[in-house]
């Protein structure tokens, strides 16, 4: 499948999933709306699947529904094996952070898991998660500068960080070369 048909079929995914989470929540389009900060008129189209949303779009849908990303990104299985970039991919608005989605039961639950590769020379900012969104990062290749309300910590391969999440937080990669990440997200609510 060639990356359009990728971006298409996830579309259509998070489309329907985006319809049947929110008719679940009781929540018209409009309420969303104003709880997302994403217009009525682009919630519409990403539930019709006409519309392909960005890292930044989706985090706001799901902030606001409270639920994991991975919710709205992945398609259950009995038996699921996440090999590197193979199944969903979600970039950021700027294009400098693949995420990859990783394990998902489908149920809105208290854990999801991503791996992330972050190019060289970058910063991601994914923005303030909702209350109860615990962090957990690991750096799995090269150095990154882990930024928690404007406090700087740098970590090597291997190294990790656990931190709230509700706070605005960026990854940087001041190296040349790609960093990648493994998340573990946990959810209170």
Known sequence: M????????????????LRKVRTEKRLSIQELADRSSVSALTLGKIERGEANPSLAVIWKIANALSIPISALLKEAEDVQISRSHDGNKVYSV?????????????????????RAFLKPHSTYLPGKHQKGVV????????????????????????????????????????TSEEAVLHFVMTYSS
């Open 2 to 17: 060639n990356r359009y048909q990728d971006e298409k079929q996830l579309a259509t995914q998070i489309g329907s999933t």
């Open 94 to 114: 700027d294009g400098v952070c693949l995420l990859e989605p990783m394990f998902d039961d489908r149920v809105y639950g208290p854990v999801e898991v991503h």
């Open 135 to 174: 962090e957990y990062v690991t750096v799995m290749k090269g150095e990154v500068t882990v930024w928690i309300e404007e406090r700087p910590t740098v970590l090597s391969m291997y190294d990790a960080v656990k931190f709230e999440a509700d706070v605005e937080h960026a990854y940087e990669n001041r």
